[in-house]
Nanobody, 116 residues
Framework: QVRLAESGGGLVHPGDSLTLSCTTS????????MNWYRQAPERNSEWVAQ???????HYADSVKGRFAISRDDAKNTMYLHMNSLQPEDTAVYYC??????????WGQGTQVTVSS
C-alpha cells in the first residue's frame, strides 16, 4: 500500500516563503502525476499544482508565479515551494499521487497558516 506523508507546514508571516515536502513509501517515478491540493476552513478543496511523469507542471491561477512544484525521484519526494505567501494561502495542504491504474493516493495533510 502506498503511503504519502507531508511535512514542512507551519506559521509564517505574509510575504514569507515555505517549502512543503511529500515523501512516498515507494518510488515517485511510478506515478502518472503528483499533485498538491489545499482546503481552507469552510471552503471546498482546491487543486493547487501538478507535476506529471514527464515533469510537466501546471498551476492554479491563484498560485501561478508564486508557487513551484518539483519532484526528486531519487529521494521519493515531491515539493511545493511557496513564495510571497498571503493570508488567503492559509489551508491544510494535501499531497496526491495518481498511479498507472488512475487510483488516487492521499497524504494526511500539513497545516500552513499565514498571519501577521
Amino acid at each position: 500500500q502506498v503511503r504519502l506523508a507531508e511535512s514542512g507546514g507551519g506559521l509564517v508571516h505574509p510575504g514569507d516563503s515555505l517549502t512543503l515536502s511529500c515523501t512516498t513509501s515507494g518510488s515517485t517515478a511510478v506515478f502518472k502525476s503528483m499533485n498538491w491540493y489545499r482546503q481552507a476552513p469552510e471552503r471546498n478543496s482546491e487543486w493547487v499544482a501538478q507535476i506529471t511523469d514527464s515533469d510537466r507542471t501546471h498551476y492554479a491561477d491563484s498560485v501561478k508565479g508564486r508557487f513551484a512544484i518539483s519532484r526528486d525521484d531519487a529521494k521519493n519526494t515531491m515539493y511545493l515551494h511557496m513564495n510571497s505567501l498571503q493570508p488567503e494561502d492559509t489551508a491544510v495542504y494535501y499531497c496526491n499521487a495518481v498511479d498507472d491504474k488512475h487510483y488516487d493516493h492521499w497524504g494526511q495533510g500539513t497545516q500552513v497558516t499565514v498571519s501577521s
